[in-house]
């Protein structure tokens, strides 16, 4: 229906705001695991609490990533099916989409993310790109608490020194690469549900049959009773070969100090 391209909708989106995203979340993680450390060691309760801190510092920028990224990933779908119910009835504008396509071509109509945000502040305010955001941090706060204290712990596997005190300035970059996948597509696995049920709230749009969700109970209570358990682990196993990578790379780049070594250029 859209090519080729048409799996890479919301990619501006996520190359505009990904970088801040990890920005935040790794460097927040490790501010609070400074915080938290009694000479140079820091048990898992603080691991985890570090993890949480992160996760909540970075829904600052993930919650319109994800509100905008969502809406342009769904438009075509959106589309094929005004398309379909065009000729009984006229299609109704969209914020998504507000131009139909026309009679008798299977191309979807194009929006931007741009767009999108203009027409959210116009119509709902700031808080039309941080719809969701109760269902993000619920997401994103547990599953920096299980990555980041399993990430350092795998981090360290194999090694004599202390497992607590900076392992990121010994760990070579494939042992951090495969720490970050493994802990990773865990995390993603693990609150799966959590995702589903955010990006179902996250959906302004909704398809034919398709449900409106007054909040994340009611959300939750509607896909049990429609879907039944299993709707609640749908996506699972994508989201743990994106996020795997994502996290492999993202860390072992981190890890490697190239940050550092751009700032010390620079400076």
């Known amino acids: 229906m859209e090519g080729y391209f048409g799996m890479y909708r919301g990619a501006a989106v996520n190359l505009t705001l990904v970088t801040p995203e990890k920005a935040i979340k790794l460097a927040a993680n490790d501010v609070f695991r400074q915080k938290l450390s009694k000479d140079g060691k820091l048990p898992l309760w603080g691991e985890i609490l570090a993890g949480c801190g992160a996760g909540t510092c970075q829904v600052v920028v993930t919650t319109p990533m994800e509100m905008l990224k969502i809406q342009l990933q769904d438009a075509g779908r959106l589309a094929a099916q005004r398309t379909v119910a065009a000729s009984a009835a006229g299609s109704t504008p969209s914020l998504v989409a507000s131009q139909a396509a026309q009679p008798g071509t299977n191309a979807p109509p194009r929006s931007s993310a741009t ?8 119509t709902r305010g700031l808080r039309g790109l941080y719809k969701g955001a109760g269902a993000t941090l619920m ?20 090694r004599t ?9 010994r760990a070579p ?8 996948c493994t802990a990773g597509s865990v995390a993603a696995v693990a609150v799966t549900p959590l995702d589903v049920i955010k990006t179902r709230l996250q ?9 409106s969700y007054r909040g994340i109970i009611d959300c939750a209570q509607r896909i049990l009773k429609r879907e039944g358990p299993a709707a609640f682990l749908k996506g699972a196993t994508c989201r743990a070969l994106v996020i795997a990578p994502l996290f492999g790379i993202a860390q072992g ?9 751009v700032l010390g250029l620079l400076g």
């Open 173 to 180: 970059f494939l042992q951090s690469f495969v720490a970050g």
């Open 139 to 158: 997401r994103d706060v547990p599953f920096s608490m299980i990555y980041f204290p399993l990430f350092a712990n795998l981090n360290a596997v194999g």
């Open 203 to 211: 959906t302004l749009q909704k398809g034919e049959g398709e449900d």
């Open 115 to 122: 767009r999108i945000t203009l027409e959210l502040l116009k």
């Open 161 to 169: 020194e202390d497992r607590h005190s900076n392992p990121q300035e």
């Open 253 to 261: 780049v981190y890890f490697l100090g190239i940050g550092e070594h």
